[in-house]
């Protein structure tokens, strides 16, 4: 019986990650396809290492294929014109820079979505878009430090 409980347990915490962005249209994206993909870099921390950083969900994506890059922008948009605070840099009328506050989840914790399009870097670009989901107590000025970093 103890060992039943410690499996169901293990499958709930397993699927805390993909529950965090339901509801968003990024969330199709963090479905296992990319990790994988030699053209893409998941990570997920929760757990104590991203309670030291108030966050209870750390999930990010880099993807270098092209059609994926413009896959991601356009979802990243549709979720972004539901966020309560966002700034938005635009270069050659595609996102370059995007940090979006979204409205509190369910647990009431703060929702951030930041993305980035190396592509339209001026210095150094690099053929790379970066998809960031944040979810937790971190206030937005915490969680621009922590992507300064």
Same mark, same amino acid.
């Given at each position: 019986m103890k060992r039943i409980s410690i499996i +169901?347990?293990?499958m709930a915490l397993a699927t805390l990650p993909a529950l965090a962005q339901s509801? !968003?249209?990024?969330?199709? !994206?963090?479905?296992? /396809?990319y990790k994988k993909n030699p053209y893409a870099a998941e990570y997920i921390v929760t757990g104590p290492a991203a309670l030291d950083i108030d966050l209870e969900i750390y999930h990010s994506l880099k993807v270098t294929q092209k059609e994926q890059q413009e896959l991601i922008e356009s979802l990243v948009n549709k979720d972004g014109a539901t966020a309560i605070d966002k700034e938005v840099q635009l270069r050659n009328g595609k996102i370059y820079y995007g940090f979006y506050v979204l409205p509190p989840s369910k647990k009431k914790l703060n929702r951030y979505i930041f993305f980035l399009n190396q592509n339209l870097a001026k210095k150094s670009p690099k053929?790379?878009?970066? !998809?960031?989901?944040?979810e937790g107590k971190a206030t937005p000025s915490q969680i621009k430090? !922590? +992507? /300064?970093?």
């Open positions: +169901i347990a293990v509801g !968003l249209h990024i969330n199709s !994206l963090f479905d296992g /396809r053929n790379m878009v970066t !998809l960031i989901y944040m430090h !922590l +992507i /300064r970093k």
